[in-house]
């Protein structure tokens, strides 16, 4: 049985902890122990994840897989702290919403450490700080950010994703992948966390121009940076998550109604930041990252 550890115990977390433990040992790291178990919640079924429960203090051993699903202000501080206790040819696999710039993270990960990027729209809720309920299948995509993971990343898939994921994709260009997610990011989360709707809502016709205008401000950064964006393409991909995750709360809209930080500087903060250093501007962009950062002021 292959030992994966996974840092935080955030909804995705607890969601990629239920599947990989069907077949694998998974160990969540928590900033505190906790002794009661964690609970996976689907329909009206409640069943107890059979994980180990540790914090970075307790780790006894060196760590050659974990998957980091936190949020995206918390990159940084999760790579700092687990690097010291990773093995000298160990896996990393992120998982968050918005951008953050990889090659900060590399510069702190030894020469045979891979890193990778998983992107999901699985949807879940955390009710309590132990349980977490699903809330819909969706897409998942993983890809390499680096070159030695490129080398290892059909064996990552085969081992931890081929079994329990569906849909999933390995993706060559995770770059680009990065890219759409943010699309869908930023035409999703701010949005419903300033109306406090489902993401199916943002398909009414009242919202269309909103999300056209920063989508299209969004593929024209995007291309600045390289990156070749189809404005049609990104919005049809959109419409389509918000069909599939009609019935689902954004984890923005969760944050902003529970007064937690969100991660909207990753999302419109993200692009308004990079069209400045292109001396452009992305105005709907800044204007709604504006408006989420007031609500979390709130």
Not at 188 to 206: D, E, H, M, S, W
Request: aromatic residues 6%; proline residues 3%.
């Amino acid at each position: 049985m292959s030992q994966v550890y996974i840092l935080g115990c955030g909804a995705v977390g607890l969601l990629l902890a239920e599947k990989l433990a069907k077949e694998h040992s998974v160990t969540l790291i928590t900033r505190n122990l906790s002794y009661q178990a964690f609970l996976f919640v689907q329909g009206k079924e409640q069943t107890h994840l059979d994980i180990k429960v540790t914090t970075l203090d307790q780790l006894s051993e060196k760590i050659h897989t974990c998957i980091i699903p936190v949020k995206a202000y918390q990159i940084e501080q999760a790579i700092s702290d687990i690097t010291p206790h990773l093995s000298d040819n160990a896996n990393l696999i992120l998982s968050h919403n918005g951008m953050h710039d990889l090659l900060s993270i590399q510069t702190q990960l030894a020469p045979k450490h891979a890193l990778f990027f998983f992107s999901t729209s699985m949807g879940g809720m955390k009710p309590t700080p132990n349980s977490v309920i699903f809330k819909g299948h969706g897409l998942s995509q993983l890809g390499a950010c680096n070159q030695i993971a490129k080398k290892r990343l059909n064996t990552l898939y085969q081992t931890w994703f081929a079994t329990h994921f569906d849909p999933i994709e390995v993706v060559d260009d995770i770059n680009l992948i990065r890219w759409q997610k943010l699309c869908v990011n930023i035409a999703i989360n701010p949005l419903t966390a300033l109306y406090q709707c489902q993401n199916g809502a943002l398909r009414a016709p009242k919202y269309a121009r909103k999300v056209l205008n920063l989508l299209n401000e969004t593929c024209e950064i995007a291309r600045l940076e390289g990156v070749e964006l189809q404005l049609s393409e990104e919005l049809t991909r959109v419409y389509h998550v918000m069909t599939l995750t009609a019935k689902n709360t954004s984890s923005m809209a969760q944050d902003i109604k529970l007064n937690r930080r969100s991660e909207i500087d990753a999302i419109c903060g993200f692009v308004a930041t990079m069209a400045k250093r292109h001396s452009r501007q992305a105005p709907q962009n800044e204007r709604l990252w504006q408006q989420i950062k007031q609500k979390e002021q709130v």
